[in-house]
């Protein structure tokens, strides 16, 4: 007789927080007698990060064009992405593109903050030991991995500032540093629903975990984040009600 798996492959299941400690990842590859072997090393966590105050999860949309970012400094820890370092420099910052990563390298970032990457670029000679290892990598774009590791960090109170999750078309600003050295034009109009989608795992993955996007003029999909079961935790406020409700609270 043949069993039938009836159990939903699909269903996401919370992942309980647990202090991160460190992972063994591969570190090379050689094919020996026609087989593959993988040499692994375990990577110690350095960082040793302790949540302080709101996580400040910083994106290049343009949503946060005007926006003040040392309004943010000392009501909690700030985690941006990629060229943000050339005009602020976050307590975290991300990439996991190779030709942006050694580019920072080569900007010695990792000297002035700390430097988030995935293990390919981490095990780079170039890298000079100036990366850290994105815990757990879940491998997603920049922003995404920012916020996941916020989550491993263990902040429960995430803010979303500059995440627009799509383009506006041709001729108008889609990202704070685009026609600039490692991003290039930006002249599509297109919904980046991978990154969408990425971002509504982390709500179920983390349902103890509050996700609040910062966003003057919300496209209606971010109204729609919850898919299946409203876990409500997250939502979206507007600049003011965050300067309002949020930070002239903290200060």
Same mark, same amino acid.
């Given at each position: 007789m043949k069993t039938i798996n009836l159990k939903r492959s699909n269903v996401i299941e919370p992942i309980e927080w647990k202090q991160y400690e460190g992972e063994t990842v591969i570190v090379n590859t050689i094919i020996r007698k026609g087989q593959r072997i993988q040499e692994t090393a375990f990577y110690e966590d350095k960082v040793k /990060? #302790?949540?302080? =105050?709101? /996580?400040?999860? %910083? =994106?290049?949309?343009?949503? +946060?064009?005007?926006?003040?970012?040392?309004?943010?400094? =000392?009501? =909690?820890? %700030? *985690?941006?992405?990629? /060229?943000? *370092? +050339?005009?602020?420099?976050?307590? *975290? %910052?991300?990439? #996991?593109?190779? +030709?942006?990563?050694?580019?920072?390298?080569t900007d010695e970032v990792g000297l002035r903050t700390v430097h988030y990457a995935p293990s390919l670029e981490v095990n780079r000679k170039q890298s000079k030991g100036m990366l850290h290892l994105i815990p757990h990598n879940p491998h997603w774009i920049s922003g995404n991995a920012a916020m996941w590791t916020a989550c491993i960090h263990g902040h429960r109170n995430l803010y979303l500032i500059g995440f627009d999750f799509r383009e506006y078309g041709k001729g108008v600003l889609n990202n704070i540093y685009q026609d600039t050295d490692c991003y290039g034009p930006r002249n599509n109009g297109d919904i980046f629903e991978g990154w969408l989608s990425t971002f509504r795992r982390l709500l179920k993955q983390r349902p103890y975990c509050n996700f609040t996007i910062v966003h003057d003029n919300p496209p209606d999909f971010l109204h729609n984040l919850q898919t299946g079961t409203d876990l409500g935790n997250s939502k979206v406020i507007s600049y003011k009600q965050f300067n309002d409700e949020v930070l002239n609270q903290l200060s």
């Open positions: /990060a #302790v949540p302080t =105050g709101n /996580a400040y999860i %910083i =994106g290049n949309g343009p949503s +946060r064009k005007g926006f003040d970012l040392e309004s943010l400094k =000392g009501s =909690g820890q %700030i *985690y941006g992405c990629n /060229a943000l *370092y +050339r005009d602020f420099l976050p307590d *975290y %910052i991300f990439s #996991v593109d190779t +030709r942006m990563t050694q580019q920072m390298v």
